[in-house]
């Protein structure tokens, strides 16, 4: 299993981002996917998360401004990031769990002025 994040940019405080995770198997035989951040000197700390059946969790530093999706068509999990702070910034890092975990190589969000 492969997963391939993209998206990642620098934007300015208050912008929005749309990250997307591509795996090169149906993103419906995961238990989970979910979407990862990392900072340096710091764990890797859950951002969102979506079940098989579609249930949601959001880490409470982004509820009301992250929505991780499915995208049947495409078979990627998406992350739309609004109203982004500076503290949203590290690594996102893409990862689906189906007994064993998956992880992808991450794609860099960067929020600036």
């Known amino acids: 299993v492969q997963l391939v994040e993209s998206g990642g940019d620098l934007v300015q405080p208050g912008g929005s981002l749309r990250l997307s995770c591509a795996a090169t198997e149906s993103i419906f035989s995961f238990t989970v996917m979910a979407w990862y951040r990392q900072v340096p000197e710091k764990q890797r700390e859950l951002v969102a998360s979506?079940?098989?059946?579609?249930?949601?969790d959001y880490a409470d530093s982004v509820k009301g401004r992250f929505t991780i999706s499915k995208n049947r068509a495409g078979n990627t999990v998406n992350l739309q990031m609004n109203s982004l702070k500076p503290d949203d910034t590290g690594v996102y890092y893409c990862?689906?769990?189906?007994?064993?975990?998956?992880w992808g190589q991450g794609t860099q969000v960067t929020v600036s002025s």
């Open positions: 979506i079940t098989a059946g579609g249930s949601t």
């Open positions: 990862h689906a769990y189906r007994g064993v975990g998956y």
